[in-house]
Each structure stands twice: as structure tokens, then as C-alpha cells.
């Protein structure tokens, strides 16, 4: 198990450097110059070149490619070409906010998602299983955006109860949470169902019937746990891209989130915040993924990683 | 007991889906537009608790600068919504587009050749760290100015200027300082623009010694100014917050601070208005026709027309013939645009001078729609079958989007086979830059009211796209800086104007608009003016 870890670590490192070279590549073929943007009003080449030369921008790729992976092995990024800010600090700064948001729609997300694709598998094929399937693709298909706008005019203007945006309470974080959250309950609830279905179909499901367990005890206990599998594995995914920010939810709701940031960054081409932020999500679902595959194993014994496995 | 926790979450679930399946019926106009009357309860109460505390603040919703507060470095209109409110510069335009000294014992005076001017500094001008303001000041200022080199041309005309550009100088040598309150400023030729350009935020004066100490972090955590409010904290992503300096050399000021909100959204900003969050919200055009029928909201809601305007810039590399260029600008439908796509929030144009600023010809006719005439001049130019024109819009002006699709329609009239080609903000600029865009929809506004402001990218720089130039033109702009006679100058940049606009067709006005605010009805003395400045000096919340 651990030189199960110890290697999938190893990989990571080869992971972001490969993501690195790809981002560093596509970002000197895509158009867009950040000194043409930064200097829209009156500048003359002249200038321009001189604040290319200052930021670097007239090395060698190679040599710019160099100096970044340089800093990045220190975490250092180099400093916004806009804000001035140092970048590992803005991913901070805004990876704090992601993680409050992360959380409050992952909990919005799993208490309605879980439970509802249970119930709606105990109660297959009745009215109540078709009405919590039709919610889960509402659910999905609704865009978040337009979610988070009713859910504004509704709880923040008509009935005042919740703030219409910001960051700065734990209330503040209810909206946002909902409409991020309402698409990944659609699709938990989902995949819950499938799951169940097939474990609840097995032969040891009817032995425990059989040998008198109560009904909900052999729903939780024995077929929840082996249909974890599937579950996990999206549930994972799903909080890692929750971690990785949400743009459109960011914007309305005014929260400085990772997902601003970055598309911030890629709209003024701000390479050296771009490149961080960039590194920062795939670092996230590297790791996401590293926990969801070591977690196989506690969720089914037969499962194991260790030498000869992996 | 489990089957009831089960239903609970799946009456959750329902509540959740109801809520959005009720909204469902209606698009989103008339769900804001019902959010009025019972949003007007709200709006009330929570505008009263902002005077009821006893601390007048105004708050203000703004779209995240996300740079340094300093319009040296950074030249957008959303800094200097802030800093126009902290820092000052020597002389302020007015309404009517004269200038008024502000941190100036009177109007300079200008020597008889037009070439040296002469400043006296108010006594006791006290910067916000509480140094006193001195002619220094004022000379580091503008040599940090030229340094920053991003505005620096806006004193291009000043002796020295070559100088401390290249780096051979440390000094502007044309500024002389006489004593502490005296100093000259002398230029290499006449320049009659010079004094508007000192009003511009470009120039305001900060403390020469705060300013070097803070370095980098000048206008992120550090920025000191003469203004009427200093600056309390600014944080990128969530807001700055502005309160009264108590010794402000300008008199008493009765706001108590000015909290600027960063909300990105705008239709977010309306709500928060609705919901009486803020006191001043910007609306956007796109959602402009949303609420713009709200009785409860149009009452609140101001318009003011900035001087500049919307144009489409052809690029003579790609259409050298000047009938092809005219030929184009006479197949779009401007009246439909500004009706339609605009909400009749926009007017035709007459002319790419807009009215108030000098040259601007009001005998005009406006720019028409004429597809027949546009066929006949392709066919003169050889093109008997039409041409095709790839318009680049960027998409951070989605209005412009929906502009170049309508012009793809009326242009196919004129036998012009339009291709839309939608480009984010950094590739726009670079594009233009590169040559990259063959027709291009823009706006241009002035930093100062003088038509040099307006005219100067089509011939210094090769920032509008159209890479045209022209002697005739050229020369009559340097001849505009250099004669100080209005009258003289309203020929030279009307003249200047119909050399663009209807005889080389470089770039084709498409329309003026208006813009819209809503602002809470108890704030009085609030302050914008039409290049988009934002003064709370003299605002007071009844």
C-alpha cells in the first residue's frame, strides 16, 4: 500500500510536468499578447518592447520554460503581471474561499444526492422513484447559472432571508452552494440507484434478507457498502472539481474563488498566475483521484495494493 | 425512523426543484420585474439604516479592478472611479469642459510664445500621510508618469520628454522648480491641450517620498493623495473602502467614507441594489432593458452620454481602395442597430467628434444606409460581385457580437459576405496590434475634452487597427495642438474629421450611447462626468 502511494506520487511529479510543457505550449500559440493588453491606449512599440523586455517576455521560449519550471519546483510562480501579487499567495487567498464553497455545495450535494438515489432504488418502479428521477435530470440539465439567479431573486430579494452575494458568512455561502451543488445531487442521486439496483440483485443480499436482517439493515449496512464503489469514485471527482472552482458561481455570486481566478488569468493572459493556476487544478484531481483509488481498498477487501498489484 | 429521514431529504429536494420549476414559466425579466414590489419594502428599510446608524457611507457596486489602484500604471475607467476620489491632479474639467484649478492658487500663466507655463501650489495642501504638498511632488509625479510609460505620451510635448523616456536624462528638464509652491513647466512647441491634460487622472500628484518607499506595492496596499477620502483598504476580489480625510484642503466633506463592492455580475448588481445593498449600481446594457421598465426602479435610474463613441475601423492594408471602405460603411444599418440591439439606448451619429468637444460639425447629416450606393461603389472598385469582410469582435462587448451578426444580415444588401470572427479581450488587442483585424467594432473615449484626445490614435499610434495615414491629416492635427483660437481649431478638426470619416472612410462612426446608472434618491452632490469619472466630494445622504 505505501509503495502503492510512493509510486502514484512519483507519477504525479511526471503528471504536472507533462501538463506544464502542454500549458506552456498551447499558451505561446494561442493569440493574445498580455503587454498588448496591459498597454491598449497609447503606447508605441517602443514601449512595448520595453515592457516585454521587463517581464521576460523577450527571452527564448525555451529559456522562459526553464526559468518557470525553475521557480515552480519552490512553489514560486513568479508574481501577476497585473496585481502584482505573488501567485502561490493568490491561489491561496482564493483556494480558501474555493475550499468554504467546495464544501457547502459537496454537503449540499451528498446529503440530497445519497439518500434520494437509495430511496428511489428501495422503491424502484413506484411513483416516488420516477419523481426523484426526473428531479436528478432537472437537477443535472438546469444551468447553474440560472439556478443561482432564482435562487437570488427568491431567498435574497423577495423573501430577504439570505444574502444575494458575497463571501463574508457562513449564510453568504448557502445560494452558491445550492446552485453548484444542485447538478452533482442530480448525478449522485443517479448513480446511487444504478448501484444499488445491481448489489441489491445479488444472491447475498437475498441470504441476509432471508436469514431475518431487518429491511433498512441489509439496505445500509450490506448493500449500500459494496455499491460504494461506483459512488465513491464520482462523489471524488465530483468534490475535486468543486475544488478546482466554478466559474459562472463565482460571478454571481461575487465570490473570489480559484475559478475566477483562472479564467481572470487566462483573459488578460497573465502566464505566470495562468501557469500556477493551471498546475494548482491538475495537482487537485491527481491527488483527488490518488485518494478515491486508495479508498477501493478499504471499501472492498479484495482490493489490495501492494506488490505484484498496481 | 429511517424512512422519514429519507423523506426529508427528498422533500428538500422537492422544495429546491419547485423553486426553480415555479420561475420556469417566466423568462427572468418578469421574475426581476416582480421582485419590485415586494423588493421595494426591502429597499426601503435597508436604505433608511444607512443614514438611521449616523455614519454616512455610500456603497458603491464595482467591477474588480483586479490591478493597482494607479492610473499611471492602469488606465481603465474602474481605477479611476476609485482614485478620482483619493488623488487629485492640479486642475479639474467641469461639466462645460472648462478647466478649474484644484490644488492651484489660480489658472497658470502661459507665456506670451504659448511654450512656458507657470504653476503656483495652494499653501498647506496636506497629503494623507500628512505631508504637505510641494512643487517636487508634482515633478515626481509626472516623471513617474514618463517612466511608467504607459500614458507617458500625454507629455510627449514637454522639454525633455525624449530624454527621460529613453533613460539618457533622470529628469524632466523642461519642469523647473522655483520654491516649494513655484514651478515651470516648459514645452518643446505649442501645445493646446496641455492644461486639459493636467486634469486628467493620469496626472495626479502623489507624495513623491510614500510613493518611491511603497515601490510595487503603491496603489495596492499604499496610496496617499490630496482627495477628499483616503484610502482605507483595498482588496482585489472583494472591495476597497474609502473614509473622509478630515483634513482635506477643499472644505468639509459630509459622506463619512465611500465603500466601492466588488460585484462582477451585473445583473447581481441590480439585485443588490433591489435589495437596498448599494447605493450606485452601473446598468450594464444587457440588462438595461430588464429594468428599465421597472417602475419602482426607473425613477432612480440617470443616463449620461460619455464623449466618445462606437466606430468600426477598416484596415487600408487589406481595402486600400477607399470606395471599398466607404462602400462598407454605407452597408450597415445603424438606425435598426440602435433601435433594436441597442433598445434605443444609442443615437445615429453625425460625426466621430461627438458634440460638446471642438470640431465637432453640427451642420452634418447622419451616417445613412444605403446598400445601392454601397453595390455601385464596389462595382466602381472592381468588385462587381461583392467582397467578403471578416469582422472581429471582442467578446468582452457582447453588445458588439450581436451588432456584427445584425450587420452580417443588412450587409448582405450590398453584396458584402460578412464572416463574424469573435476574439476574447487579449487576442483582440493583440490582433489589432498585428494587423490581424480587417474590420474591427470599438469604442473610443476621450481622456480630456479636446478633439486631440479623440483623433490621436488614428495618427500617432497604430492602436485602432486601421494602420491609415494620411499627411493631410496629419499635419492638420499638428497644426490643432499648436493654435490656441477655438474657432481655429474647430475648422482645423472639422476639417481633420471629414478627411477620416467621409472621404478616406478609415473608420466609420456606428453610434453614441447613453449609459445608465441607478442611484439611490437620498444621495444629493453625486458628480460623473462624461469621460466616465466619478467625483463623491461634494455627495451628502439626506
Not at chain 1, 491561496?92 to 464544501?103: G, S, Y
Request: include cysteine; aromatic fraction near 10%.
Amino acid at each position: 500500500m505505501l509503495s502503492y502511494t510512493a509510486k502514484r506520487l512519483v507519477q504525479t511529479v511526471f503528471v504536472l510536468f507533462g501538463i506544464s510543457l502542454i500549458t506552456f505550449i498551447l499558451l505561446q500559440v494561442v493569440p493574445g499578447d498580455p503587454v498588448a493588453l496591459m498597454l491598449e491606449k497609447r503606447a508605441d512599440p517602443e514601449t512595448i518592447a520595453k515592457v516585454r523586455h521587463e517581464l521576460g517576455l523577450d527571452l527564448p521560449i525555451y529559456v522562459q520554460y526553464l526559468n518557470f519550471i525553475k521557480g515552480a519546483l519552490h512553489l514560486d510562480f513568479g508574481t501577476s503581471y497585473f496585481t502584482k501579487e505573488v501567485v502561490s499567495a493568490a491561489l491561496f487567498r482564493c483556494f480558501k474561499v474555493t475550499v468554504k464553497l467546495a464544501c457547502m455545495s459537496f454537503i449540499f450535494a451528498a446529503l440530497i444526492g445519497i439518500p434520494s438515489g437509495i430511496f428511489s432504488a428501495v422503491k424502484r418502479g413506484r411513483g416516488i422513484d420516477t419523481f426523484v428521477m426526473v428531479l436528478s435530470i432537472i437537477g443535472v440539465s438546469a444551468p447553474a447559472f440560472w439556478v443561482a439567479i432564482i435562487l437570488q431573486i427568491i431567498f435574497g430579494l423577495k423573501l430577504a432571508v439570505l444574502p444575494i452575494s458575497g463571501f463574508d458568512s457562513v449564510a453568504a455561502y448557502i445560494l452558491p452552494g445550492i446552485a453548484l451543488g444542485a447538478r452533482y445531487a442530480g448525478s449522485m442521486a443517479r448513480i446511487t440507484r444504478t448501484s444499488m439496483l445491481e448489489v441489491m440483485g445479488q444472491d447475498y443480499i437475498r441470504t441476509a434478507r432471508a436469514k431475518g436482517v431487518r429491511r433498512w439493515g441489509v439496505i445500509m449496512k450490506h448493500a449500500l457498502k459494496n455499491a460504494l464503489i461506483p459512488i465513491v469514485t464520482l462523489v471524488g471527482t465530483d468534490f475535486g472539481y468543486m475544488l478546482t472552482g466554478s466559474m459562472l458561481i463565482e460571478k454571481v455570486f461575487s465570490i473570489p474563488g480559484i475559478g475566477k481566478l483562472a479564467v481572470d488569468a487566462m483573459s488578460n493572459r497573465d502566464l505566470p498566475l495562468l501557469e500556477g493556476t493551471v498546475m494548482y487544478i491538475a495537482f487537485v484531481f491527481v491527488i483527488v483521484n490518488l485518494i478515491v483509488d486508495l479508498s477501493y481498498a478499504f471499501l472492498d477487501p479484495r482490493i489490495r495494493y501492494g506488490k505484484g498489484a498496481a | 425512523m429511517k424512512k422519514k429521514f429519507a423523506g426529508a431529504f427528498l422533500l428538500g429536494a422537492m422544495v429546491l426543484s419547485l423553486a426553480a420549476c415555479g420561475s420556469s414559466t417566466g423568462s427572468s425579466k418578469p421574475a426581476a420585474e416582480s421582485g419590485s414590489d415586494k423588493g421595494a419594502a426591502v429597499t426601503d428599510a435597508a436604505k433608511a439604516q444607512t443614514t438611521a446608524g449616523g455614519e454616512k457611507t455610500v456603497r458603491v457596486a464595482a467591477v474588480d479592478p483586479q490591478v493597482a489602484l494607479d492610473p499611471q500604471q492602469y488606465t481603465y475607467s474602474i481605477v479611476m472611479k476609485i482614485t478620482d476620489n483619493i488623488t487629485e491632479s492640479l486642475l479639474k474639467t467641469k461639466g462645460d469642459g472648462s478647466l478649474e484649478p484644484v490644488l492651484l492658487t489660480g489658472m497658470p500663466e502661459i507665456s506670451e510664445d504659448q511654450l512656458t507655463y507657470s504653476f503656483e501650489l495652494l499653501p498647506d495642501v496636506k497629503f494623507h500621510n500628512g505631508e504637505t504638498l510641494k512643487s517636487s511632488d508634482v515633478k515626481y509625479s509626472y516623471e513617474r508618469l514618463i517612466k511608467m510609460a504607459k500614458m507617458a505620451t500625454l507629455l510627449e510635448n514637454v522639454v525633455g520628454y525624449d530624454e527621460l523616456s529613453a533613460g539618457t536624462a533622470d529628469e524632466l528638464s523642461g519642469f523647473e522648480l522655483k520654491d516649494d509652491t513655484h514651478f515651470t513647466i516648459t514645452l518643446k512647441k505649442p501645445y493646446a491641450p496641455f492644461l486639459s491634460v493636467l486634469s486628467t487622472a493620469y496626472t495626479a500628484i502623489y507624495p513623491e517620498a510614500a510613493c518611491e518607499e511603497a515601490g510595487d506595492t503603491w496603489g495596492m496596499q499604499t496610496l496617499y493623495g490630496t482627495g477628499p477620502f483616503k484610502l482605507d483598504s483595498y482588496q482585489t476580489g472583494v472591495g476597497a473602502v474609502l473614509s473622509r480625510f478630515d483634513d482635506y484642503h477643499g472644505g468639509p466633506v459630509k459622506l463619512d467614507g465611500v465603500d466601492y463592492k466588488f460585484i462582477e455580475d451585473v445583473n447581481t448588481q441590480v439585485l443588490e441594489y433591489q435589495a437596498g445593498n448599494v447605493d450606485y449600481v452601473d446598468v450594464d446594457p444587457s440588462v438595461y432593458p430588464i429594468y428599465s421598465g421597472n417602475p419602482q426602479l426607473s425613477s432612480e435610474m440617470h443616463g449620461f452620454q460619455p464623449t466618445g463613441c462606437y466606430s468600426m475601423t477598416l484596415n487600408v492594408k487589406t481595402f486600400p481602395d477607399a470606395k471599398v471602405r466607404e462602400a462598407v460603411a454605407l452597408s450597415i444599418d445603424r438606425k435598426a442597430i440602435c433601435e433594436s440591439i441597442l433598445h434605443g439606448t444609442a443615437t445615429v451619429p453625425t460625426s466621430y467628434i461627438p458634440a460638446g468637444i471642438i470640431g465637432h460639425d453640427d451642420s452634418l447629416p447622419e451616417f445613412e444606409y444605403d446598400p445601392e450606393r454601397a453595390k455601385e461603389l464596389l462595382a466602381e472598385a472592381g468588385y462587381p460581385d461583392g467582397i467578403d469582410l471578416r469582422v472581429t469582435v471582442n467578446t468582452k462587448y457582447q453588445g458588439n457580437v450581436a451588432i456584427a451578426t445584425a450587420f452580417q444580415e443588412q450587409a448582405k444588401a450590398a453584396g458584402i459576405n460578412v464572416e463574424v470572427e469573435q476574439v476574447d479581450s487579449a487576442a483582440w488587442s493583440d490582433m489589432k496590434h498585428s494587423g490581424g483585424v480587417d474590420c474591427g467594432i470599438s469604442n473610443w473615449y476621450v481622456d480630456y475634452s479636446d478633439p486631440e484626445s479623440m483623433l490621436y490614435p488614428m495618427t500617432k499610434t497604430d492602436t485602432n487597427s486601421s494602420f491609415w495615414h494620411n499627411a493631410e491629416f496629419d499635419q492638420l492635427l499638428e497644426d490643432g495642438i499648436a493654435t490656441t483660437d477655438t474657432a481655429e481649431r474647430q475648422e482645423i478638426y472639422a476639417k481633420a474629421e471629414h478627411i477620416m470619416t467621409r472621404e478616406d472612410w478609415a473608420t466609420t462612426p456606428l453610434y453614441n450611447e447613453t449609459k445608465y446608472y441607478l442611484l439611490n434618491p437620498d444621495i444629493t452632490g453625486f458628480e460623473i462626468d462624461s469621460t466616465f469619472r466619478m467625483f463623491w466630494k461634494d455627495a451628502d445622504i439626506q
